[in-house]
């Protein structure tokens, strides 16, 4: 049988017998260290402790939403200051339920910002699940929402959550530049195509107004210089959405390794924030790295 694990539900049924697995071979050396006794209870101690991380990272940590603040000016010397809020990577699937995501609109409702910025990855390989977000339609900004693609958008279906967001009141920012007025000052909202299945560029900007960009993936940057934006927000990553103490995340999918992992950054010179994310992919599980809504105070 071939598995294709770009499907989230099937690799989340693969990491489920994995686990499943681990539990019974964890819990049969319990027994055995109990068992054996003596120095080997230790063995019983240290596998309790290994199921109870396993069970943490699966059913609790996932769901524990964290609030991220940045104040990031994005001229000399600013002005006014502007609330927003970025999220990226939702991911709607099997692994969290519409009422998940209603609480996450609901405390994004509470933040009160004037501006909602989503860095793609709406879906995972499956669209039937995009109704689980339909709680972002409920969310009026006085400056707007605005969203681009992120590579899962793209392997599935990218024209499906383009409509889908658009009927949620959400402006597509891909490779384009729209200028938003907020008390008397200007500033640039550009986004930037997805770098694995399109062509990240900034379209235009006025070198002396201050530029915001939304990017999914950090690697976006390799292509920038500084200059070309005040701040790139960025997603993609899950801040390698299993974490050790002391160590970090193992793995992080792009060309500039673990330190893109997440957090502010500054690439080829232009701030970056890149952000843990919301959802998960191929494993069901997070550890020391909470889902994450950043809110933003942008300076202009
Ligand atoms: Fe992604």
Redesign the pocket.
Known sequence: MKLNLQTNNQSFVLFDVAMAILAVLGLALVGLGWWLGGAWQWLAYLMVFCLAILAYGIWIAPKRLKVTHLREALSKSPQAWLKAVYIA?LHAGSNKSEAWYKKLCSMIKEIDPELLLVG??FSVCDTSYLDRLQGLSKLDMRHGKYFVL???DYLDDPQIVKEQLSAWGFESLTNETKMISFQGLELQLAGLDETLYGVPKISKRIPEKPLLALA??PDALLDLSEGQADLVLC??THGGQIRFPLIGCLVV?SKLGRRVDMGRKVINGIPTFITRGLGEVLCRARLLCPPEIVVLELGI
């Open positions: 990577d793609g990855d992120g590579n899962h999914h993936e997603g993609h999918p």
